[in-house]
Nanobody, 125 residues
Framework: VQLQASGGGLVQAGGSLRLSCAASGLTFSSYVMGWFRQAPGKEREFVAAISESGRSTSYADSMKGRFTISRDNAKNTVYLQMNSLKPEDTAVYYC???????????????????WGQGTQVTVSS
């Protein structure tokens, strides 16, 4: 199984980025997909998750209204559109795949079976 995250970079505050995570080696449409992030010296935190079909989504409170998670099961890819970025959004962003897909646990790192390598997002003030 491989999850390849991309799309990170350096952006000014208020700007936007779109992250992508391409999955291979798994039946993508059977997995809940999530995005997490980890800033230096901090624990990994939940950003967003999307159900297998894409009909249901979940967001961390601080991301609601600014970030949008989506998926294309035909392309085995999950996306994270990030708008109105703030310096505190600076982190390494990881995608992850969860086979069990229990909605109440999608914000927990231990719920996920596979993780990507991460992509760096840096927001300058």
């Amino acid at each position: 199984v491989q999850l390849q995250a991309s799309g990170g970079g350096l952006v000014q505050a208020g700007g936007s980025l779109r992250l992508s995570c391409a999955a291979s080696g798994l039946t993508f449409s059977s997995y809940v997909m999530g995005w997490f992030r980890q800033a230096p010296g901090k624990e990994r935190e939940f950003v967003a998750a999307i159900s297998e079909s894409g009909r249901s989504t979940s967001y961390a409170d601080s991301m609601k209204g600014r970030f949008t998670i989506s998926r294309d099961n035909a392309k085995n890819t999950v996306y994270l559109q990030m708008n109105s970025l703030k310096p505190e959004d600076t982190a390494v962003y990881y995608c992850a795949a969860d086979l069990d897909g229990i909605l109440s646990s999608v914000s927990l790192t231990q719920a996920y079976d596979y993780w990507g390598q991460g992509t760096q997002v840096t927001v300058s003030s």
